[in-house]
């Protein structure tokens, strides 16, 4: 079945910890986008990549970090850095520009 | 002022009822617009995308859009148990990497 793969569904992190969370899909989708998502908030987007080898910050960037060395990849590392993980975590892909986002189901990260 | 205004709700209803949900955006640059739908743990699932003003039915789903007064519907016909939900509003950025603005999203609760 074609779709957007997250894993793992839920994640704990440690304190001084950097975890990375997975998104692949094979849909053969240019461009790939991360979101966070909090209790009664819209998604923020952390990144966003249109093509392989670039991506861009989105809005809330800062203590993030990924990379896009395969089309169908797009792994997100949540760094030490970021002092408020706990949230909600969502990979959406996208066609072409004139097609709408399609979403993962999403990895919960905790922290312990 | 947020970009995007979300009634959260909770808005509860019987079944059968017609539901009505709404969002108001304050930037014109976005020109495209789309309604998911989330289930509690899960990704947001699309269920609505236009461009223009005017509506689009899908089934039991109508999408009104209204460039002009900047404000989107959503109206669920026969609503059942299954569409309780969280519905999300989005609007598509295309100066942005095709950034997706969301609402808060709605809670919507529907009673057999």
């Known amino acids: 079945d074609g779709g957007i793969t997250q894993s793992p569904k839920y994640l704990f992190r440690k304190e001084g910890q950097n975890v990375t969370l997975s998104c692949e899909q094979n849909?053969?989708?240019?461009?790939m986008y991360w979101y966070r998502q909090d209790p009664g908030q819209g998604l923020r987007l952390i990144y966003y990549?249109?093509?392989?080898?670039?991506?861009q910050k989105g809005d809330i960037a800062e203590g993030y970090s990924v990379s896009r060395e395969k089309k169908e990849s797009f792994p997100l590392t949540v760094t030490s850095a970021q002092k408020n993980p706990t949230a909600f975590y969502l990979c959406?892909?996208?066609?072409?520009?004139?097609?709408?986002?399609?979403f993962g189901d999403g990895t919960r990260l905790s922290i312990l | 002022q947020k970009e995007v205004e979300q009634d959260p709700g909770p808005l509860s209803v019987p079944e059968g009822a017609i539901v009505s949900l709404n969002c108001t955006y304050s930037?014109?640059?976005?020109?495209?617009f789309m309604w998911y739908r989330q289930y509690s743990r899960k990704g947001p699932e699309l269920l609505m995308y236009?461009?223009?003003?005017g509506n689009k039915e899908d089934g039991r789903f109508t999408a009104q859009v209204d460039k002009s007064s900047k404000y989107i519907s959503l109206f669920i016909r026969d609503s059942q148990p299954s569409d309780s939900a969280t519905y999300l509003c989005?609007?598509?950025?295309?100066?942005?990497?095709?950034?997706?603005?969301f609402g808060a999203g709605t809670i919507l609760r529907v009673k057999s």
């Open positions: 959406a892909s996208r066609a072409s520009s004139n097609q709408p986002q399609h």
């Open positions: 236009t461009y223009s003003s």
């Open positions: 930037n014109s640059a976005f020109q495209y």
């Open positions: 989005a609007m598509r950025w295309l100066e942005y990497g095709n950034k997706l603005v």
């Open positions: 849909l053969n989708h240019d461009a």
């Open positions: 990549s249109q093509i392989v080898n670039d991506f």
